[in-house]
């Protein structure tokens, strides 16, 4: 199995802040990997795929980067509604593999 | 537009199975678009995939639960559905159906959710 390390596991930031999560695959996955946003009670909600492409209708704030084996998923401008937990997912082989999570929090 | 609603008892004694249904609307299951997945998602914890199907019956099960695990699909019915055997209370979990992509640019990648179902493990 393929084993996505994600960082931090949570962070404290404030409105207008700059904030970058990080996941590390243990080998390499080309661009084979989405990022996505998950509240409290719903489904988590893509954001990115292919590493860097910007899903439609998600704010230009959200960016993402990397490929081989590390990614990175940069929040230009925290807003008020982009508390909540981030996660990655690798899809270049089975199983499916998620990072841990990352929990962003309100400072 | 896809729509994916999953089904089924909430709560499930140890040992017995689980059983859920995945309804699709708004599309056809039987469609060279998609895998049909399953996940789940201890309380407070990470999601965890645990297989997918295509409409073919083609499947494809996380080692970790292969031995317990049977997904199905029903293209009369437009729905798939998941069979976990022997559960324990480690198997207490939101479970979501998902569509995996087969399109060139993003094959692979989970691109809609469900809304989840909870499925309680009662010892």
């Known amino acids: 199995d393929i084993q996505m390390t994600q960082s931090p596991s949570s962070l404290s930031a404030s409105v207008r802040d700059r904030v970058t999560i990080t996941c590390r695959a243990s080998?390499?996955?080309?661009?084979?990997l989405g990022w996505y946003q998950q509240k409290p009670g719903k489904a988590p909600k893509r954001l990115i795929y292919a590493a860097s492409s910007l899903q439609s209708g998600v704010p230009s704030r959200f960016s993402g980067s990397g490929s081989g084996t590390e990614f990175t998923l940069t929040i230009s401008s925290l807003q008020p509604e982009d508390f909540a937990t981030y996660y990655c997912?690798?899809?270049?082989?089975?199983?499916?593999?998620f990072g841990q999570g990352t929990m962003v929090e309100i400072k | 537009q896809l729509q994916l609603q999953e089904s089924g008892p909430g709560l499930v004694k140890s040992s017995e199975t689980l059983s859920l249904t995945c309804i699709v609307s708004g599309g056809s299951i039987i469609s060279s678009s998609y895998y049909w997945d399953w996940i789940r998602q201890p309380p407070g914890k990470g999601p965890e995939w645990i297989g997918s199907i295509f409409y073919s019956g083609i499947t494809y099960y996380n080692p970790s639960l292969q031995s317990r695990v049977t997904i199905s699909v029903d293209t009369s019915k437009n729905q798939f559905s998941l069979k976990l055997s022997s559960v324990t209370v480690a198997d207490t979990a939101v479970y979501f159906c998902a569509t995996q992509s087969t399109l060139d640019d993003d094959y692979g990648a989970i691109d809609n959710w469900g809304q989840g179902t909870l499925a309680t493990v009662s010892s």
């Open positions: 080998q390499d996955i080309r661009n084979d």
């Open positions: 997912l690798q899809h270049n082989s089975y199983p499916l593999t």
